[in-house]
């Protein structure tokens, strides 16, 4: 399979992680999305990463669609509950946390435009859900107990980006539930072996 990644990308490391813990990470060929040679465009026209090429030259996308579909080729311990409650709760909680990670992103990228362009009511709108759906995962601390799945994985993304991107906020402070959680979810390989280079 070949995964269009950047190693920086937080969706592309929720797809890595879930590849590593279903053990189908050397299956997973990386290539750099952001060359001229790279042709994503023209396999994805949202021009996205992550974008997957598997093995029947199908080509799927977003993160969670390619993160269902790695867990279809495993006989491994699911990472989505098959049906019923779970499978709702689960799927609900982890857009929760990967909207809290589109948030973040969107506050990086206000960072980079000129200051004279920046939008402040626009940024604090994202800030502003960060802290709602931070509250809410620390509400909901029990469900990130128990086998590794997409919640877990996810919500351990959302945290390392925003220990990268926005250390000075210490989402550590007001949610000591999460940040007991987080310290030991990031000793599993799926989160060492993930790292994003430093900034
Ligand atoms: N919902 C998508 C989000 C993917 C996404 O926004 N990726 C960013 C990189 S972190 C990207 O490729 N952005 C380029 C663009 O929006 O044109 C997913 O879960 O895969």
């Known amino acids: 399979m070949k995964l269009w990644h950047s190693p920086t990308s937080p969706y592309v490391r929720k797809v890595m992680m879930a590849a590593i813990e279903l053990g189908l990470a050397d299956r997973i060929e990386s290539v750099p999305a952001r060359t001229p040679e790279s042709k994503i465009a023209e396999a994805n026209p949202l021009d996205k990463i992550p974008t997957l090429e ?4 199908q080509i799927l996308y977003d993160s969670i669609v390619i993160c269902e579909y790695l867990d279809s080729l495993t006989d491994k311990a699911s990472l989505f509950p098959a049906s019923g409650p ?16 589109d948030a973040a992103v969107l506050r990086v990228h206000e960072t ?3 200051e004279e362009q920046r939008n402040a009511a626009w940024d604090e709108r994202q800030k502003t859900k ?3 759906g931070l509250a809410r995962l620390e509400e ?3 469900a990130l107990d128990g086998p590794v799945d997409i919640v877990q994985i996810t919500t351990a993304c959302l945290l390392g980006f925003l220990d990268r991107r926005f250390a000075d906020d210490d989402w550590r402070a007001d949610h000591p539930a999460l940040a007991e959680w987080h310290g030991k979810f990031t ?4 989160v060492t072996g993930t790292q994003p280079p430093p900034l």
Do not use: F
């Open 187 to 190: 000793t599993r390989p799926s």
């Open 54 to 57: 598997t093995d029947d030259g």
């Open 86 to 101: 779970k499978r709702w709760k689960t799927l609900r909680m982890h857009t929760l946390a990967d909207g809290l990670i």
């Open 140 to 142: 909901e601390i029990a």
């Open 130 to 132: 960060i802290v709602r």
């Open 112 to 114: 980079r435009r000129p």
